[in-house]
């Protein structure tokens, strides 16, 4: 079975945070995917990378940096966190090709008072 | 460009009775189209995808989904309902070198006894 592994299920942070989401799949996907998820405004992509140090914006990207270090780590980084942040943030990976499926982790409640 | 309308954001029916949930899609190239549950407080899982072949794709947990290019449609139907169905439901699309999955709002369903 795929396996994405997110870090933190839940988080709070203060204004003002450096944040690190943490996600890691063990399948060797090229591609990896950030997304948030609010209410009524279904899935969003913030950011994707389809190779070690590669990264590519998605819709949502301010606010926002990733890293991929390593091919199996996907690491989301709010540089100044604020409470427009609060969400549930869903990492994501799957292998090369648009027919391919797209495995999800289970996602991060960052609350951010 | 890619969308996707999901039309209806909260769907209600009894159990036992017909489930329906409709997914209209907008790609420039053929599209590939998926159907994803997600359960309260997890991530997201495939139910079914459309990449090229049979049109009428069957999926987990006596789901199927038939993909109709003049209608530029892909609903969701299951013949009876369960009340493990409650659950969100997304659809999808990617297409050609777009690997990235746009999603729709997504449709609540609610299975009431």
């Known amino acids: 079975d795929v396996k994405v592994t997110q870090s933190s299920r839940y988080l709070v942070k203060r204004t003002g945070e450096k944040v690190f989401l943490e996600c890691v799949q063990d399948?060797?996907?090229?591609?990896m995917f950030w997304y948030r998820q609010d209410p009524g405004l279904g899935l969003r992509l913030i950011y994707f990378?389809?190779?070690?140090?590669?990264?590519e914006k998605g819709d949502i990207p301010e606010g926002y940096s990733v890293s991929r270090e390593k091919k199996e780590r996907f690491s989301l980084i709010l540089e100044s966190a604020s409470t427009n942040q609060t969400s549930m943030y869903l990492c994501?990976?799957?292998?090369?090709?648009?027919?391919?499926?797209?495995?999800f982790g289970e996602g991060s409640w960052l609350t951010v008072v | 460009a890619q969308s996707v309308t999901q039309l209806g954001s909260h769907v209600s029916v009894s159990e036992g009775a017909l489930v329906l949930l409709r997914c209209n899609y907008s790609?420039?190239?053929?599209?590939?189209l998926f159907w994803y549950v997600q359960y309260p407080n997890q991530g997201l899982q495939l139910l079914l995808k459309?990449?090229?072949?049979?049109?009428l794709v069957k999926g987990i947990n006596g789901f199927e989904a038939e993909f109709k290019k003049s209608e530029t449609s892909f609903h969701l139907t299951k013949p009876s309902a369960h009340m493990s169905d409650a659950a969100e439901y997304f659809c999808?699309?990617?297409?050609?070198?777009?690997?990235?999955?746009?999603f729709g709002k997504g449709t609540l369903l609610t299975v009431n006894p």
């Open positions: 994501a990976s799957s292998p090369q090709g648009s027919r391919n499926t797209i495995y």
């Open positions: 399948m060797d996907h090229e591609n």
């Open positions: 990378s389809y190779d070690v140090k590669m990264k």
């Open positions: 790609s420039s190239v053929p599209p590939y």
């Open positions: 459309y990449t090229t072949g049979a049109t």
């Open positions: 999808a699309v990617s297409g050609g070198s777009n690997y990235k999955l746009t």
